[in-house]
């Protein structure tokens, strides 16, 4: 088989209404889940039921509703699936970059210049100069699992959650970075605050970052 | 000229709930919408409006509105003891709310969410195309409050054709039966063949900290099989009737309000017609899981 086509898949019970479809990483389900969306956009066959593609970090969960044919279903994913574009880079061939301003002002930067071995200066370009994108929602509305930055922002989580990380909080951990769409708990490296507005159920999308967008964090000075 | 209902009383906790809204998982929206379909359906069913109308889910009775304008209404679900003016009017039936009467709901005797349906439905502003209120991301209408006026919509070209359906009291038995299919990952727990670890078989007690979000169970533990033992999972996609098994060996089952994914293994899923059953589950009911194929 040629290694650049064909997305091997392990399709999961879940229920009466959904199928959990499992992928070997990540690059893998953002490939999958744009071949995917465009099939159920079609809504022809057994999508026509489906309501949501819900992509983790190795699987997309299917929602297909209360009448759904789910053999068919799983049919129709393993033919999308032999037949999508492995080598292809949704976040790279996706629409415009999503630019998002930053105040890198956050109470952790020291820490995180600190468990980097970079300078504080060094830890703002590391984490400007590289697109992310976006890998996965979940956690709330309007949050963006962003992933592929420069490898070495990895920080872990903080030993001790905050109660409340401030809406706007623009955060590392592990090989995530993220933004925090409103105040929320949370135990992520704060390194800056943006004023972006990642959910607003009055706008369409309300979501600003949805899965597979590409994301460029830009400086825009601590005074600003 | 359409109705309106005012909240006199809103008890321990009144949320307007419909259908739910799908097609915002991937954003970190779950779909929400009543705990109990079958209930909420029902409702709409003989109030004869259609799909789609948003009702009111009372936890544990507690509810009095007021008819400003004259009101058809239904109460499904739990069988709170429903009044009329203070004269006792029947479950699972249609009834005519004469301008300026008040309508009161009283604790059930079992289950845990009535539905209130007004003919025409609950028309308060919709949010991403629902009325529910879903307590999890904090999307739809606040949990109602003494003094609320809500406008009631206009019924669309159907009218009501049953005017009542008797019911079994739901949660009467000694312990409640919900079926499950096999979820993505038995086989962390041994297996479908293998009694999912002990979550079949045991019996379950509902905890305290049960909500729309879902229940938590307790009394017994599930096991995970050894080359499972110490495995993290990524996040994945959740289902509503999910049953989750985190490092505890405590299960939780996910309800309407459930989070879009979680990091523990779900070992199997709750039919639909199960996952209605078990939001009628209290703290402390005991509960039996049951395979089915």
Known sequence: MDSSTGIPVDVLPAGEEAVLVEVADLDDVLALDAALRSVAAEGTGPWSAATDLVPGARTLLVIAGP????????????????????????????????EIPVRYD???????????????????????QMPWRVAFGGFAPGFAYLVGGDPRLRVPRRDTPRVSVPGGSVALAGDFSAVYPRPSPGGWQLIGTSDAVLWDVERQPPALL??????????VGSDS | MSPALEVVSSGA?????????????AVGVGRSGAADRG???????????GEGRAALEVLLGGLAVR???????????????????????????????????ILALGMPATGLRSYLTVRGGIDVDPVLGSRSTDTLSAVGPAPLRSGDVLPVGTPGGGFPTVDHVALPAPGNEASSLLEVLPGP?????????????????????????????????????????????DVELPSEGLVRGAVQVPPGGEPVVFLAD?????????????????????????????VRLIPVT
């Not at chain 1, 044919?69 to 999503?98: I, K, Q």
């Not at chain 1, 949805?210 to 400086?219: E, I, M, Q, S």
């Not at chain 2, 906790?13 to 998982?25: I, Q, S, T």
């Not at chain 2, 239904?74 to 004469?98: E, K, Q, Y």
């Open chain 1, 67 to 98: 009448r759904a044919d789910l053999a068919a279903l799983s049919r129709s994913v393993r033919e999308v699936a032999a037949a999508a574009d492995r080598s292809r880079d949704p976040g790279r061939t996706g629409a415009a970059v999503v």
């Open chain 1, 106 to 128: 956050g109470p952790d930067l020291g820490d995180v210049a600190a468990l980097t071995g970079l300078t504080v200066a060094d830890v703002v370009a590391a984490h400007t």
């Open chain 1, 210 to 219: 949805t899965p597979g967008t590409a994301v460029r964090f830009v400086d």
């Open chain 2, 13 to 25: 906790l009144v949320l307007v709930e419909d259908e739910g809204r799908p097609g915002h998982a």
């Open chain 2, 39 to 49: 209930a909420y359906r029902l409702g709409a069913r003989i109030a004869g409006h």
């Open chain 2, 67 to 101: 008819a400003l304008g004259r009101a058809t209404v239904v109460v499904t679900g739990a069988p709170a003891p429903a009044s009329l003016d203070g004269r006792p009017v029947a479950h699972a039936t249609l009834l005519d709310v004469p301008p300026g009467s």
């Open chain 2, 185 to 229: 990952r038995a086989a962390w727990v041994g297996g479908w063949g293998g009694g999912l670890g002990g979550l079949v078989g045991a019996v379950w007690t509902v905890t305290g900290d049960s909500d729309r979000v879902g229940l938590r169970l307790g009394g017994a533990r599930v096991q995970r099989a050894v080359p499972w033992a």
């Open chain 2, 258 to 286: 459930h989070p879009v994914t979680g990091g523990y293994p779900v070992v199997a899923v709750l039919t639909a017609s199960a996952a209605d059953r078990a939001a009628q589950l209290r703290p402390g009911d005991a």
